[in-house]
């Protein structure tokens, strides 16, 4: 069982960045895909970035490509979303997640974190 912990939301001003992190515990960080969603007030959840295994393949919304770059740390069990330029249509609750095989833009992911809120002021 792998259990995530996102941390780094806040508020911000619009322009400003964020760094989001995604902790993870258990053994098989590296042998699984690292997703980012984002899910607005009364939207559907979507896709925003992920990462495979090594981190060598990457994977982004178009409409984040960017502005928002993801990256994680094997050695540390921990992902990262770096968000820059941020906007008032970024605000949402972020989730990481995990899964095994390769890159999905949909949910079909096997393990979920909490959800850390951004919230950017105009």
């Known amino acids: 069982q792998v259990q995530l912990v996102e941390s780094g939301g806040g508020l911000v001003q619009g322009g400003g960045s964020l760094r989001l992190s995604c902790a993870a515990s258990?053994?098989?960080?590296?042998?699984?895909?690292m997703g980012w969603f984002r899910q607005a007030p009364g939207k559907e959840r979507e896709f925003v970035a992920a990462?495979?295994?090594?981190?060598?393949?990457?994977s982004y919304a178009d409409s984040l490509k960017g502005r928002f770059t993801i990256s994680r740390d094997n050695a540390k069990n921990t992902g990262y979303l770096q968000m820059n330029a941020l906007k008032p249509e970024d605000t949402a609750v972020y989730y990481c997640?995990?899964?095994?095989?390769?890159?999905?833009?949909?949910?079909?992911?096997?393990?979920w974190g909490q959800g850390t809120q951004v919230t950017v002021s105009s």
């Open positions: 997640a995990l899964r095994y095989g390769g890159i999905l833009r949909n949910y079909d992911y096997d393990y």
């Open positions: 258990g053994r098989t960080f590296s042998n699984l895909v």
């Open positions: 990462i495979g295994q090594s981190g060598g393949t990457t």
